[in-house]
């Protein structure tokens, strides 16, 4: 069974910034893309940024020039570090990670920002 556990949310004042971390832990031999998505009281879930095993990255319009996504493959880890907040990006992010056609979801962690 493959577990994921997102850390790193909170509650951020606009213009500051927090880091997410999701590591994944199970019994699998690699994992394939994993990416970070939102969801805000109302609205769908959205993609904010997806990273291969390669290190190639992709990122929504709306986070580009202010998210960073990277992984660890040695710890089988992504990050998002978020910088210059702002209070339409407050919503619950979840990672994702892909094991060929088989993919796993965190629970999500709150990000909250404040103006």
């Known amino acids: 069974q493959v577990r994921l556990v997102e850390s790193g949310g909170g509650s951020v004042q606009a213009g500051g910034s927090l880091r997410l971390s999701c590591a994944t832990s199970?019994?699998?031999?690699?994992?394939?893309?994993m990416g970070w998505y939102r969801q805000a009281p109302g609205k769908q879930r959205e993609l904010v940024a997806l990273?291969?095993?390669?290190?190639?990255?992709n990122y929504a319009d709306s986070v580009k020039g202010r998210f960073t996504i990277s992984r660890d493959n040695a710890k089988n880890t992504v990050y998002l570090q978020m910088n210059s907040l702002k209070p339409e990006d407050t919503a619950v992010y979840y990672c994702?990670?892909?094991?060929?056609?088989?993919?796993?979801w965190g629970q999500g962690t709150q990000v909250t920002v404040s103006s």
């Open positions: 199970g019994s699998f031999f690699s994992i394939d893309d």
């Open positions: 990273i291969t095993i390669g290190g190639s990255t």
């Open positions: 994702n990670a892909h094991f060929g056609a088989i993919t796993y």
